[in-house]
């Protein structure tokens, strides 16, 4: 699949890392680093421009190693770049942890993954067919 981009950044075309990689890598394109406290939220640009064609979004995800390592993730996740949408792509980066946390010129902040969605039309019914899980929620079988 092609997808138009304009590139505004200093930085390279996101890429897929590996051959079974769904997501690529989303690189922070600031003039200077951003310092975020605990529990403070930022906007981070990438200075990327997409055309998504119809039938398709891109979703903006945090990155596991972040998460894991150092409490950083994608606030709003995932994140949806509709079809018709033509701004900046930028990234909700929340500081989950206890420490401060420097996000600098090119760090890989988030990764996108472009996927195929349905429209859905509503059928307005009087009821629903019957299953056997029925209205349970969460935590209705017990299994942990």
Not at 130 to 141: D, I, S
């Amino acid at each position: 699949m092609e997808i138009r981009i304009v590139n505004k950044s200093k930085h390279d075309l996101p890429k897929y890392e590996t051959e079974a990689s769904a997501g690529m890598d989303l690189r922070a394109n600031l003039d200077q680093p951003i310092l975020l406290k605990p529990l403070e939220r930022t906007l981070i640009p990438t200075g990327l421009f997409i055309e998504l064609p119809l039938g398709f979004e891109a979703q903006v995800r945090p990155r596991s190693g972040m998460a894991i390592k150092h409490g950083i993730t994608v606030l709003n996740t995932p994140g949806t770049i509709d079809a018709d949408y033509r701004g900046e792509i930028k990234v909700v980066i929340v500081n989950l942890s206890n420490k401060n946390y420097e996000i600098n010129d090119s760090e890989r902040v988030a990764q996108m993954i472009i996927a195929a969605h349905a429209k859905a039309n509503w059928l307005q019914v009087k009821e629903l067919n019957k299953t056997e899980r029925g209205a349970g929620g969460f935590g209705h079988t017990g299994h942990q």
